[in-house]
T-cell receptor, first 113, second 111 residues
Framework: KAGVTQTPRYLIKTRGQQVTLSCSPI?????VSWYQQTPGQGLQFLFE???????NKGNFPGRFSGRQFSNSRSEMNVSTLELGDSALYLC????????????FGQGTRLTVV | QKEVEQNSGPLSVPEGAIASLNCTYS??????FFWYRQYSGKSPELIMF??SNGDKEDGRFTAQLNKASQYVSLLIRDSQPSDSATYLC???????????WGAGTKLIIKP
């Protein structure tokens, strides 16, 4: 059974650009959550999608957005990148919405220069 | 504000000893509790979950839940250097059915 796949694994972008990250959940899982993790920080919740609808959203500016497709694949977009957006972005897949066991992808490491 | 608290550590434990990791949470209505292990530079990996008061054992790992005192702990018996990692506690807060994460405890097992 394939795990959670995140692409790309590494990304270098320039301040002011935008970026799109992709996450393919485990087959049959309908919930996808996104997190930002910076050194020394815990997991900062960005948003959760279930059946193409955003269920919950964390305290991030509107530059961070996401969506989910009918096949449960999800993308997150960050516009007008800032240096502080450099982080590991993690996607977690769950069978159901709202706080069931979550399985993480390997993450996308974004560096903004 | 709904919170999950963990001691950031590092917690240093000799090889072969029992490592005890603790987590407290604020929402008394919380129903599900999860422990994840995260190696440096890697993504979190689910190692245990517990729903009911008491102990749940899986190999060298034991999760303990006390809802009255609002804490959950993870015991690692016969600690190995490969157990050195950051351990994250996550709690399903009843009111909005969202996983709330602690900041993690860094565990170091000394050979």
């Amino acid at each position: 059974k394939a795990g959670v796949t995140q692409t790309p694994r590494y990304l270098i972008k320039t301040r002011g650009q935008q970026v799109t990250l992709s996450c393919s959940p485990i087959s049959g899982h309908r919930s996808v959550s996104w997190y930002q993790q910076t050194p020394g920080q815990g997991l900062q919740f960005l948003f959760e999608y279930f059946s193409e609808t955003q269920r919950n959203k964390g305290n991030f500016p509107g530059r961070f957005s996401g969506r989910q497709f009918s096949n449960s694949r999800s993308e997150m977009n960050v516009s007008t990148l800032e240096l502080g957006d450099s982080a590991l972005y993690l996607c977690a897949s769950s069978l159901a919405a709202g706080g069931t066991e979550a399985f993480f992808g390997q993450g996308t490491r974004l560096t903004v220069v | 504000q709904k919170e999950v608290e963990q001691n950031s550590g590092p917690l240093s434990v000799p090889e072969g000893a029992i490592a005890s990791l603790n987590c407290t949470y604020s929402d008394r209505g919380s129903q599900s509790f999860f422990w994840y292990r995260q190696y440096s530079g890697k993504s979190p990996e689910l190692i245990m979950f517990i729903y009911s008061n008491g102990d749940k054992e899986d190999g060298r790992f034991t999760a303990q839940l006390n809802k009255a005192s609002q804490y959950v702990s993870l015991l690692i018996r016969d600690s190995q250097p490969s157990d050195s990692a950051t351990y994250l506690c996550a709690v399903n807060m009843d009111s909005n059915y969202q996983l709330i994460w602690g900041a993690g405890t860094k565990l170091i097992i000394k050979p």
